[in-house]
């Protein structure tokens, strides 16, 4: 046997146990399941299952809502959280800001705010204030 045998026998090893160790996990932890149902979703349905069914609800509710651009401050979630960007991120090109033009309440009961009424509503938990002077 000569030199290139013996690293070709070398490298093969390396990349079948890399390639092992690479889709192991999918396996062991049923990502791979996860992932060949996910290539069946529609692109809104990839969304809502990655952001949650509620809060893709409830941002396409505010979306649907509101006239484009406004400004809008949230209610109900916690600032800087996962939750929230995902929020500011489908808003765009609304803009979230102190003494908006609407107040999103999410999840969150008897929440008001002066000079604000409620303006649309989802639920009794969830709903949009829109400023009134």
Known sequence: MGKKAVV?????????????????PYFKKGLLSEY??????S??????????????????F??????EPSTYEIAGIEKYSI??????????????KEDPEYVFVYK?????RDKYKIFNRLDTQTYILRKTG
């Open 83 to 96: 939750e929230h960007r995902r929020m500011r991120y489908y808003l765009y090109p609304n803009i979230e």
């Open 36 to 41: 060949t149902s996910l290539i069946k979703l």
């Open 108 to 112: 969150t009961k008897g929440f008001f």
């Open 62 to 67: 505010c979306k649907d809502s509101i006239k």
């Open 43 to 60: 692109t809104e349905e990839k969304r809502a299952h990655v952001t949650g069914a509620e809060l893709y609800a409830f941002i396409n």
């Open 8 to 24: 070709r026998i070398i490298l093969a090893a390396w990349v079948i146990i890399w390639a092992v160790f690479l889709i192991r």
